[in-house]
Nanobody, 122 residues
Framework: QLVESGGGLVQAGGSLRLVCVGS????????MGWFRQAPGKEREFVAA????????FYGDSVKGRFTISRDNAKNTVYLQMNSLKPEDTAVYYC?????????????????WGQGTQVTVSS
């Protein structure tokens, strides 16, 4: 129901833009979030955006480097990632916040996409 794209291999300091499109899911009805999961680690909150896009929330490790946004007309959510670091390497997922409270807890999200791999080389 959510399809992510835009991942890839990039050098440290580079940028990537991830895209999440709703397929059979109207993303405008949800607060939307991005999470990431590195091998052997728990799924980590990255960012969330309110219904209108006016409010955004970030995990401490990405503040000032990543920007979440949405285009409800295109049923799409974006994650612009700048100044990438090797520790940003992970599979990135988008999901819908089922609580509507801009939660940072993955268990409160649903309709997970399949993920897109981001690899940052040093």
């Amino acid at each position: 129901q959510l399809v992510e794209s835009g991942g890839g291999l990039v050098q440290a300091g580079g940028s990537l833009r991830l895209v999440c499109v709703g397929s059979g899911l109207t993303v405008s009805t949800y607060v939307m979030g991005w999470f990431r999961q590195a091998p052997g680690k728990e799924r980590e909150f990255v960012a969330a955006v309110s219904w209108s896009g006016a409010s955004t929330f970030y995990g401490d490790s990405v503040k000032g480097r990543f920007t979440i946004s949405r285009d409800n007309a295109k049923n799409t959510v974006y994650l612009q990632m700048n100044s990438l670091k090797p520790e940003d390497t992970a599979v990135y997922y988008c999901a819908a916040d089922l609580t509507g409270r801009s939660s940072k807890n993955a268990i409160e999200y649903g309709y997970w996409g399949q993920g897109t791999q981001v690899t940052v080389s040093s």
